[in-house]
């Protein structure tokens, strides 16, 4: 079992930068691939990035590609998405979440708002 909590939205205008961050916890966290994911208004949610246990593999939605960086670290069981060049359509609810099995994913975070500003 993993629980997860983001942090580390918030208000920013279009180029800049914000990095949240997921706590987890619970036993075996690098046994986890981590996500994460968003929700504008009015949309679905949307596929961002993700990283194996081991940080060795990551994936990103076309739509981040270059500008968001998504990372781990096992030991301070705590999964990290950097955003940079931020434009006004990232703005939505952003989620971390964890698989055990690769593509399901079980466990979520309660989300945190990030709204970028033109």
């Known amino acids: 079992q993993v629980q997860l909590v983001e942090s580390g939205g918030g208000l920013v205008q279009a180029g800049g930068s914000l990095r949240l961050t997921c706590a987890a916890s619970?036993?075996?966290?690098?046994?986890?691939?981590g996500g994460w994911f968003r929700q504008a208004p009015g949309k679905e949610r949307e596929f961002v990035a993700s990283?194996?246990?081991?940080?060795?593999?990551?994936r990103y939605a076309d739509s981040v590609k270059g500008r968001f960086t998504i990372s781990r670290d096992n030991a301070k069981n705590t999964l990290y998405l950097r955003m940079n060049s931020l434009k006004p359509e990232d703005t939505a609810v952003y989620y971390c979440?964890?698989?055990?099995?690769?593509?399901?994913?079980?466990?979520w975070g309660q989300g945190t708002q990030v709204t970028v500003s033109s």
């Open positions: 619970g036993r075996a966290f690098s046994s986890y691939t």
């Open positions: 990283i194996l246990g081991s940080g060795a593999v990551t």
């Open positions: 979440a964890a698989a055990y099995i690769t593509g399901s994913y079980r466990y």
